[in-house]
């Protein structure tokens, strides 16, 4: 993954993964209910789009859902575009 030392901000407060490259901030808007991580919307700066930015921070999503062993429900349709492309990630559903 090009972005792996790039860390992933679970902001609790604010209902988002927020994924900072180049001083320009990407996020990812949820919205939590028991178990289950609703991704809502991804947000990516136009200075940083066609860079693999929105794959990644979404990556790195489905790892921390995973290893809080939360469930998926991909509201997002670019979610739901990366989920299609990547159906390894099925397993969250």
Not at 11 to 40: A, C, Q
Not at 58 to 66: A, C, G, L, P, S
Request: a negative charge; one cysteine or more.
């Amino acid at each position: 993954m090009k972005y792996e030392e790039t860390p992933l901000i679970y902001n609790e407060n604010d209902h988002r993964f927020e994924f900072t490259v180049d001083n320009h901030l990407s996020l990812i808007d949820f919205k939590r209910k028991g178990d289950t991580i609703y991704l809502v919307h991804t947000e990516v700066p136009e200075e940083l789009e066609g860079k693999g930015v929105a794959a990644a921070m979404v990556e790195k999503t489905f790892q921390y859902i995973e290893e809080h062993n939360l469930k998926l429900a991909p509201y997002c349709s670019y979610v739901q575009l990366y989920l299609k492309r990547h159906p390894e990630w099925n397993r969250l559903l």
